[in-house]
């Protein structure tokens, strides 16, 4: 059993009405407010902005750096808040030069559709463990749900658990691996899916009560920030197609977050691009960053900066 006291996001599935979403309907703000005034010339870099988080961390990251160094070639980041499914038809369309966060193998498929305009070229982040968590106390001797460690278990522990596991948004993909591994599994508790903001309120709520609950989580998170989470074992690793074309009845894969840029941001802005095949953002900054964004309250461009200005020599390395 993985223990833990520190995404994928998941990506969502395609959805047909998304796909007429335009970057032009969608509210944007610009990214950055370094030493550089924005103002010198370069490329307006159009930018998915994903919902959770890191997304929101990665782009104000991006803004800054391209601020302090104009000879990238770029004088802002517009970022557009939208789903992956909407982030890459954009994508495909042209609409959208930049998304960070990309959630591999999650986004995979979503990515192969727009690979003729668009190219992942880096890894954040890489083995970011996702899958089925308990709060320690539950399962610390005496606890309500002492004597789990596996996910072939919960069946066992039904009663305790009110017959529900809790998941986020029913349009990620990772929703609908979880309802393959519980049919895979044959585990009996009832798919509760309504919203990550939902399925989080619905663990403080447990928490404070010390009550037994089993939910989806994946890192980097700021939950693990807050709370003492035990995430439970696996009988079989996952292989690929396990979830399309086998049982379902295998583990979630670890993903890795990436960058992707059009190949026209990498006509119009070489150098801009260069950088970000080089930049890395570790697990463990990611979660410490969105702890002080999430828990503490803290604004994003302020942790952004700060990592900017911690970095500074890396930076310039990566810059040359």
């Not at 609409?95 to 979503?110: H, R, Y």
Request: aromatic share 8%.
């Amino acid at each position: 059993m993985q223990r833990t006291t520190l995404r994928p996001r998941a990506s969502a599935v395609a959805l047909t009405a998304l796909l007429t979403a335009t970057v032009a309907g969608c509210t944007s703000e610009e990214a950055g407010s370094g030493g550089g005034s924005g103002s010198g010339g370069g490329v307006t870099v159009q930018a998915a902005q994903f919902s959770w988080t890191a997304a929101g961390l990665t782009n104000g990251i991006l803004g800054e750096i391209a601020a302090d160094h104009p000879d990238l070639g770029v004088a802002s980041l517009a970022t557009t808040q939208l789903d992956p499914a909407a982030a890459w038809a954009g994508a495909q369309r042209g609409d959208i030069d930049l998304l960070t966060e990309v959630a591999l193998p999650n986004q995979q498929e979503l990515a192969d559709s727009a690979s003729d305009r668009v190219e992942i070229v880096s890894e954040t982040y890489g083995e970011a463990a996702q899958g089925w968590f308990v709060p320690a106390y539950a399962v610390e001797p005496g606890g309500p749900l002492e004597g789990l460690t596996s996910v072939t278990q919960l069946n066992d522990y039904a009663d305790e658990l009110g017959n529900k596991f809790y998941d986020a948004d029913p349009g990620y993909i990772t929703t609908e691996q979880n309802a393959a591994r519980l049919r895979g599994y044959g585990i009996t508790l009832e798919h509760v899916v309504s919203s990550e903001a939902a399925e989080l309120a619905q663990l403080e709520n447990s928490y404070s009560r010390e009550e037994p609950i089993v939910l989806y989580l994946y890192h980097p998170h700021a939950v693990f920030a807050q709370y003492d989470m035990v995430q439970l074992e696996e009988p079989t690793p996952y292989t690929e197609g396990c979830f399309t074309e086998g049982d379902g009845a295998c583990a979630m894969p670890s993903y890795s977050a990436n960058i992707a840029a059009s190949d026209e941001l990498a006509e119009q802005a070489p150098a801009f691009v260069d950088l970000l095949t080089d930049l890395r953002i570790s697990v463990e900054e990611m979660e410490e960053m969105q702890k002080r964004v999430d828990v503490d309250g803290e604004d994003v461009a302020t942790v952004a900066r700060d990592w900017v200005d911690d970095h500074a020599d890396q930076i310039d390395e990566w810059i040359g």
